[in-house]
């Protein structure tokens, strides 16, 4: 099946620096989505980009799926913005499933 | 609308013990899709219903059962509990319309956080 690796896996912000999460798939993919996971575990839906780039406020991001990878940017970062950052990869026609990465743990000081 | 919604939120159980996890998904939505999410293996697929068909099984033992109803809700089930089988529960739904190479956006709900002692 389908591999999900996401880079760095901590990452430590001052507030107000600017971030890039990175995801790289092994195999071309039509579903690519990105989450946050706050502190009660709920997945928070950031952007479902099979492919190009979508922003949204102060949070971006860019799938490039010819070259499988995805970037998520976060500008001007906030403490809110702390948790772990998930993407996910849909795992090819008829699997009906996500495969996740392992995250990347954000952590914004003040 | 409403999201995806989860009961319980906690559950305490003992090994050997069976368990019953609910999801409702959001109106109109008719796939459901269960994940169990653990330190140790991250966030794994479980199984993924429409229609009341399953339509794919992860890589769980026979344990792991799940089912859905015509309302499109969903229950998971795990038998015989294991100290192994704590972990965070999570149940998402999507718009799919039961097409072969169809993929959605999934949305997740709070999730269930089961420990076994």
């Known amino acids: 099946g389908i591999q999900v690796e996401q880079s760095p896996p901590d990452l430590i912000l001052q507030e107000g620096a600017n971030s890039t999460l990175r995801c790289n798939f092994s195999?071309?993919?039509?579903?690519l989505q990105w989450f946050h996971q706050n502190p009660w575990g709920q997945l928070i839906n950031l952007f479902y980009i099979p492919s190009g780039t979508k922003q949204n406020g102060r949070l971006s991001a860019t799938t490039v799926a010819t070259e499988r990878y995805s970037l998520l940017y976060i500008s001007s970062s906030q403490t809110t913005d702390s948790g772990v950052y998930f993407c996910a990869a849909w795992g090819g026609a008829g699997s009906y499933q996500l495969t996740f990465g392992k995250g990347t743990k954000l952590s914004v000081i003040p | 609308k409403a999201g995806v919604t989860q009961t319980p939120r906690y559950l305490i159980k003992t090994r050997g013990q069976q368990v019953t996890l609910s999801c409702s998904p959001i109106s109109g939505h008719r796939s459901v899709s269960w994940y169990q999410q653990t330190p140790g293996q991250g966030l794994q697929f479980l199984f993924e219903?429409?229609?009341?068909?399953?339509?794919n099984k992860g890589n769980f033992p026979g344990r792991f059962s799940g089912r859905q109803f015509s309302n499109s809700r969903s229950e998971m089930n795990v038998s015989t509990l294991e100290l192994g089988d704590s972990a965070l529960y999570l149940c998402?739904?999507?718009?799919?319309?039961?097409?072969?190479?169809?993929?959605?956006?999934?949305?997740f709900g709070p999730g269930t956080r089961l420990t076994v002692t």
């Open positions: 998402a739904s999507s718009l799919a319309k039961g097409l072969q190479r169809e993929t959605y956006e999934q949305y």
């Open positions: 219903y429409f229609s009341e068909t399953q339509r």
């Open positions: 195999d071309s993919v039509n579903n």
